[in-house]
T-cell receptor
């Protein structure tokens, strides 16, 4: 049973460019959340997708957008990259019916470096 | 505002016990999680508390006091592989959004 997978593993971009990160949830999970983790900090919630719609959003600008596909996989898009967008981007999946214990499973992350 | 505070770093000797404290002040509360994160890797689930009291799981235990906005993670019989960052996270609503602390780096020395 595959866990949460993310691609690519690492990415280097320059300021002003656009980037797309991808996530496939754990089997049986239909909800995907994205987090940004800067070096030495805890993950910060970006947004959550359920039934192909953005259900919740954290304090991130509109440059951050996403999409969820019918197979529950998801993409995170960041436009007009800034140096401050350099971080580890984590995808977490969870099953329908929140409230259980270990409901969020994290993928290995994509390390984005903006030069 | 919303805050989740935990110490930045703790050092302990192999075989010893370490207690990582976490205090929180959030707009909602629907459970508190502890995750372990090795450098460059994904956070992995350790424990979950939603009611007051102690939850024990092998060498790891976690305690919660909702009235005090306080939790701790207790790591017993420390091993070198326990050197990692430990993240305290509050689930603030029923949909699962997690708010994380900055993490506590635990260094285990021989």
């Amino acid at each position: 049973d595959a866990g949460v997978t993310q691609s690519p593993t690492h990415l280097i971009k320059t300021r002003g460019q656009q980037v797309t990160l991808r996530c496939s949830p754990k089997s049986g999970h239909d909800t995907v959340s994205w987090y940004q983790q800067a070096l030495g900090q805890g993950p910060q919630f970006i947004f959550q997708y359920y039934e192909e719609e953005e259900r919740q959003r954290g304090n991130f600008p509109d440059r951050f957008s996403g999409h969820q596909f019918p197979n529950y996989s998801s993409e995170l898009n960041v436009n007009a990259l800034l140096l401050g967008d350099s971080a580890l981007y984590l995808c977490a999946s969870s099953p329908r019916g929140q409230g259980g214990r270990d409901t969020q499973y994290f993928g290995p992350g994509t390390r984005l470096t903006v030069l | 505002g919303q805050n989740i505070d935990q110490p930045t770093e703790m050092t302990a000797t192999e075989g010893a016990i370490v207690q990582i404290n976490c205090t929180y002040q959030t707009s909602g509360f629907n459970g508190l999680f502890w995750y372990q994160q090795h450098a460059g890797e994904a956070p992995t689930f350790l424990s979950y508390n939603v009611l007051d009291g102690l939850e024990e799981k092998g060498r790891f235990s976690s305690f919660l006091s909702r009235s005090k906005g306080y939790s701790y993670l207790l790591l017993k019989e420390l091993q070198m592989k326990d050197s990692a960052s430990y993240l305290c996270a509050v689930r603030t609503d029923s949909w699962g959004k997690l708010q994380f602390g900055a993490g506590t780096q635990v260094v285990v020395t021989p």
